[in-house]
């Protein structure tokens, strides 16, 4: 297809509530959104990276900086017919996987209108509703968490995840356990552990979590599966991995039982089809997780999860609990079973608000090809 031209924006979007993990606290969002003019048709992309380099080496300023001087270049000049051509197209950049899911995924958008279908049956989905959690953040204090589980499993949601680190784990983990004896319940450190911490970590085993998520380091798989061994509770990696080669090497050192997949941390939906693929022949569930995602980034999260393999309830839920005014329509909602309906229209399902997102833009660039002067 003919690239047209590149929009790059920088959006700033407040949160409803602040999010803290174990690296820090956030407030407001800086996301960067492409927008793909091809033939009429208009792809978009969400940049996950965060704000600062805390979660993974990328920000919203490097990937700004690697896309507006090495992907949308590229891309323009290549023209590509598929999503899936775009990781050989951009396979010189090294590392910045979130910059080059942010071009890909506006490409795999593209293609599903061009082809008149719904994004989660080009991506081969198999599901008309998919199971929704929440990632709750770590509180001031435990009895705000209790009333904020109590809001979300009212509201329907299947499975709850906390934030943890030292010294908001086990004490939290049995006040909770307490109180709801039979919760699906997970927990996720963000590299917050040491090795020394072992045997902390290990007495999580009392709580009948469905999982902890990347306890020990960022890049880590040999250390997991050290621990793995002498735990239970079976272990999911997130940060870890960046590909299927990464799922691999997880799955056969056994650092982990379940796979927590992100669409800009592997790249795009090839390499997040190629992740499920891994797994899911060797019979490690994933689901999708999340990053405090626009809209746009939340309905290409919601199609990655309609595959086969996404069985266990991914970090993706509903517009309301981010941002007041989502930049789609209509917003992303979970009904009271803590599910999501699978839109069934062309490409990503739901209409960009053009107007808010313009109000809420803080930066933009236009990326066209090189004019052919005869
Ligand atoms: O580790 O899953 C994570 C948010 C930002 C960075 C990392 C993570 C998260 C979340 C939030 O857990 C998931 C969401 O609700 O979008
Ligand atoms: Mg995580």
């Known amino acids: 297809m003919r690239i047209d031209a ?42 996950t990276a965060g704000e600062r380099p805390h979660f993974s080496a990328e920000s919203t300023d490097t ?144 709580f009948d979590l469905l999982m902890i998520e990347q306890p020990l380091w960022h890049d880590d798989f040999y250390f997991h599966s050290v621990l793995q061994k002498r735990m239970n509770t079976p272990i999911c990696l997130d940060e870890s991995i960046h590909n299927r080669r990464d799922a691999l090497a997880a799955i056969e050192m056994e650092s982990c039982r379940i796979i927590n997949i992100k669409l800009g941390r592997v790249g795009g939906f090839s390499e997040a089809i190629a992740v499920h693929n891994a797994a899911l022949e060797r019979g490690i569930p994933v689901w999708c997780g999340g990053m405090l995602e626009s809209g746009i980034g939340r309905s290409h999260n919601i ?30 909602i979970v009904s009271p079973r803590g599910e999501i309906a699978i839109p069934d229209s062309p490409g990503r399902g739901y209409e960009v608000r053009s107007d808010l997102i313009e109000k809420l833009t803080v930066r933009k660039e236009t990326i066209r090809a090189m004019a052919l002067v005869a």
Request: with cysteine; glycine share 8%.
């Open 303 to 332: 199609a990655l999860s309609t595959l086969e393999g996404f069985t266990l309830p991914g970090d993706v839920s509903a517009s309301a609990r981010y941002f007041t005014d989502d930049i789609i329509e209509p917003k992303v």
């Open 63 to 206: 990937a700004w900086q690697v896309l507006v001087n090495e992907l949308a270049p590229k891309l323009v000049a290549e023209s590509p017919e598929h999503g899936g051509d775009c990781p050989r197209l951009f396979y010189s950049v090294r590392g910045n996987p979130m910059a080059r899911a942010t071009l890909e995924n506006a490409i795999w958008d593209l293609e599903a209108q061009r082809e008149g279908i719904p994004l989660s049956i080009l991506l081969g989905g198999v599901r008309e509703t998919i199971p929704c959690g929440v990632s709750l953040g770590i509180q001031p204090s435990i009895p705000e968490l209790l009333s904020i589980i109590e809001r979300e499993l009212a509201a329907g949601y299947q499975r709850i995840k906390l934030k943890c680190k030292p010294g908001w784990d086990v004490e939290v983990f049995e006040r909770v356990r307490n109180r709801w004896p039979d919760i699906t319940l997970s927990c996720d450190a963000n590299s917050a552990y040491r090795l020394r911490d072992e045997d902390h970590i290990a007495s999580f085993d009392a």
């Open 6 to 47: 590149i929009i790059l924006r920088e959006l700033h979007m407040p949160l409803v509530r602040p999010f803290e993990t174990s690296f820090g606290v956030t407030r407001n969002r800086r996301i960067i959104l492409a927008e793909i003019h091809s033939e009429g048709l208009i792809g978009w992309g969400e940049c």
